[in-house]
T-cell receptor
Framework: GQQLNQSPQSMFIQEGEDVSMNCTSS?????WLWYKQDPGEGPVLLIA?????ELTSNGRLTAQFGITRKDSFLNISASIPSDVGIYFCAGQLLYNQGGKLIFGQGTELSVKP | GAVVSQHPSWVICKSGTSVKIECRSLDFQATTMFWYRQFPKQSLMLMATSNEGSKATYEQGVEKDKFLINHASLTLSTLTVTSAHPEDSSFYICSARAEGSGNTIYFGEGSWLTVV
């Protein structure tokens, strides 16, 4: 079945540093999404990417949808302590395939003040 | 933005009993809802796709008789864990697809289930 490989698994950075994480897949997805999950809560959508090659920003976050539709990266600039959490990429299948999300393994981000 | 609410947030039940978790879309209709299971430090694993007015579609390896899903209205899906065992203890998360809004998927806050 479809799988997403997300890396790195964890990151320990200093406040103010930039962060980059990425996801790759052997399958093509219709849409790529990036979520953040705080402990004990559900994921919150950060950025949604709909077109191959699309580059989208949301504040200090920037994400790109790969040309082949098989990969995506998320960058966080000038990290702050509240960026701590687990970041998940997710690929969304076509609507006629159920439109379900397949999640990456997650990247746990720790930010040292 | 769109809100998806889960209830209860946490529940403790005795082994062998059944427990129901509700997932509601508060300000939009959702023909399709999804149920996930997440163990500590792991990713979300899709259990089933809940379709309003029809049977749920279960992922491979998920027992449909153990995890009963009912999607009786456009704003409510329920997951019932039947004859719960300690290994069913987990974080259960639902999501709902907002029809006609780019098909964006919104997640609930999650429900912690502990079976003792």
């Amino acid at each position: 079945g479809q799988q997403l490989n997300q890396s790195p698994q964890s990151m320990f950075i200093q406040e103010g540093e930039d962060v980059s994480m990425n996801c790759t897949s052997s399958s093509i997805f219709n849409t790529w999404l990036w979520y953040k999950q705080d402990p004990g809560e559900g994921p919150v959508l950060l950025i949604a990417l709909y077109k191959a090659g699309e580059l989208t920003s949301n504040g200090r976050l920037t994400a790109q949808f790969g040309i082949t539709r098989k990969d995506s990266f998320l960058n966080i600039s000038a990290s702050i302590p509240s960026d701590v959490g687990i970041y998940f990429c997710a690929g969304q299948l076509l609507y006629n395939q159920g439109g379900k999300l397949i999640f990456g393994q997650g990247t746990e981000l720790s930010v040292k003040p | 933005g769109a809100v998806v609410s889960q209830h209860p947030s946490w529940v403790i039940c005795k082994s062998g009993t059944s427990v129901k978790i509700e997932c509601r879309s508060l300000d939009f209709q959702a023909t399709t809802m999804f149920w996930y299971r997440q163990f500590p430090k792991q990713s979300l694993m899709l259990m089933a796709t809940s379709n309003e007015g029809s049977k749920a579609t279960y992922e491979q390896g998920v027992e449909k008789d153990k995890f009963l899903i009912n999607h009786a209205s456009l704003t409510l899906s329920t997951l019932t864990v039947t004859s719960a065992h300690p290994e069913d203890s987990s974080f259960y998360i639902c999501s709902a697809r907002a029809e006609g809004s780019g098909n964006t998927i919104y997640f609930g806050e999650g429900s912690w289930l502990t079976v003792v």
